[in-house]
């Protein structure tokens, strides 16, 4: 039994193609960048709204964010400030805790 092959004449691919190749590639790449760019850094703690000195900390009043820095910062949950009180008052965006 003879196998053949059906011969068909190469055409280079048309730049429509190569163009929606390039995008989907750059989307992939874009894509595993801003994903691994997102699990680097330390976890913080920041002030979601004005906390007054005294105050308890509640859940409310507070985001975990994540920051890239040269110093060693170990990492902060936020369930260790919960419940504390403030000695100072601290804005939106203050940094809560960081443990050095």
């Known amino acids: 039994m003879k196998f053949t092959i059906a011969r068909t004449n190469w055409r280079p691919p048309k730049p429509r193609t190569l163009l929606g190749i390039g995008l989907i590639t750059t989307s992939i790449v874009g894509t595993v960048m801003v994903i691994a ?3 680097e850094g330390t976890g913080i703690v ?3 709204s004005f906390i007054p000195a005294g105050a308890a900390i509640s859940r409310d009043d507070i985001v975990v964010a994540r920051m890239v820095t040269d110093y060693p910062i ?3 949950v936020a369930e260790s400030v919960v419940g504390k009180h403030t000695a100072v008052d601290i804005a939106p965006g203050d940094i809560v805790a960081t443990h050095m």
């Open 37 to 39: 760019d997102s699990r």
């Open 46 to 48: 920041l002030a979601s």
């Open 74 to 76: 170990a990492p902060l």
